[in-house]
């Protein structure tokens, strides 16, 4: 998977727009781009939050919504270069001394992320677990009824 | 006809919410077609405060017969809350607690007075919108001849027996648009016939894109977002969207704002937006020439006036698909696309920003839409049709 975005390729023809044409091809394209693993970024899982009310009555939309939450459960407590925007001594002296807060800053809420990272894990995981064991239930007593209904109509 | 039209604020200068400007629209087409007009109202100014900050009385505003009426002071507004609270958390409300809410709601004795008073002279009473314990008073009090105006939403609320109650012993609803009338079907069993779809007008008017970028400063396409930014406009959710967009794509586009709101956006967002505030009309209209997209993110509309005037500045937009009726409006105009995720946004925002001929077509087709439907004459002719039924 690339992380660079790629966009949705339409066409568009020269007669007036049929926008429910255009809206299903768009749909169609997003559902082969998210197949890719294109929208799988913890951004976009930060962003549908305050979409979960109207996702949650689609299992597409949420089976892409937990993917995102899988990528972005974890807090990111690597190093990262440490800059600043003032040129010459100032500068270099404000890069060590932010340098040396941030060892100070990991060392002592490491135990406290990492113990995060595992409960956030969980989490996502008996979350996913459930939705799996909701949409075996469901596929299972779908047969069910279908074959309930054959014997009856037969 | 002598008609009387019941909303809970007018402003002469314009300056009120949505359903507000509706109900003083409707009642000015009426007037102007020589009906004898009395717009009824309250003195307050303030829709989270509901004081009484103007004087009660009558005046003569454009040709209506507009009538102030003091808001209820002793109402109770921490039993009012205490309900709504738990009708929004979609509980079991009492009919007690449900008149209660009614009650200490937005009334006016006085303007019940008035109706008790002059209800015999009255051909028909059209108020809304349905929320305000004014409106369901009014149908009390006018029992037989009152119209409601609802700018119904799908919410708790209106699954409230005293609200159903209302609309199904009214004597017909003028509803804004189709998908409003199939709601109250579904809701409250309503017949469409005796239930019109009448809308309001909006006037052409001339717009400057250009000056107005040109005035702001603004050299990169914009997006453009009007109206009061709140958790029940859905903005919180088009802030996150377009937050990740400009992460995604890099200060490709910026962002304007228009009218207020606690809302704040995100900080990383910040840096591209540019908020215009309150603005002028002739400001919008210039805005929405301006930009690139119309973003109307909320499911919670009646009608949607500003996307309409949108399209008539020649902007395509972009609704979410749980927006019943701006979704009806796209499909019904080709002026809009509707997106139900991230991933759509990002998409349908991406092809509306990089091929300017689509979103040109679809600017005028949105345009063309609102010259043929929402023209005065069309509008006017929907309405008096309805009148001629009360």
Known sequence: MSDEPQHVTVRVGAEGVDVEALVSEIRAEVARKREEGVYTDARIGRAERHNLMYMADSEELLRFYLKCLRDGVHVDINDFVIEDRRPGFKGRMLVKMKTV?????????FRMWHQQNQVNGLMVTAIESSFQQYEKKIASLEERIAKLEQ???E | MKLAWITPRFSPEGVVGGAETLIRHLASLAAEAGHEVHLLTTCARDHFTWVNDREPGEEVIAGLQVHYFRVNEDRDVGRFLEVQNLIDRGRAVSEEDQEAWVANSVCSRDLNAWLEQEGSTLDAVLAGPYLFGLTVEASRVCHGKFWLVPCLHDEAFARLDVIAKMFREAQGCLFNAEPERQLAAELYGLPVEGNPVVGMAIDP???DGEGFRTQRGLTKPYVLYCGRREEGKNTHLLFEYLNTY?????????????GSGDLQPPETLRPHILDLGFVTEQ???DAMAGASVFIHPSTNESFGIVLLEAWLAGTPAMVHDRGEVLRWQCESSGGGLWFRYYPEFEAMLDLL????????????QGRQYVLDHYNRQAISDRLLSALENT
Request: aromatic fraction near 6%.
């Open chain 2, 246 to 258: 400009l992460e995604r794509r890099a200060d490709t586009v910026s962002v304007v704002l228009a």
């Open chain 2, 353 to 364: 920003l990089e091929t300017p001929e689509l979103a040109g077509k679809m600017g005028e």
């Open chain 1, 151 to 153: 014997g009856s109509s």
């Open chain 2, 205 to 207: 008017v001339t717009s």
């Open chain 1, 101 to 109: 807060i941030w060892t100070l800053l990991k060392f002592y809420t």
């Open chain 2, 283 to 285: 400001e919008k209209h």
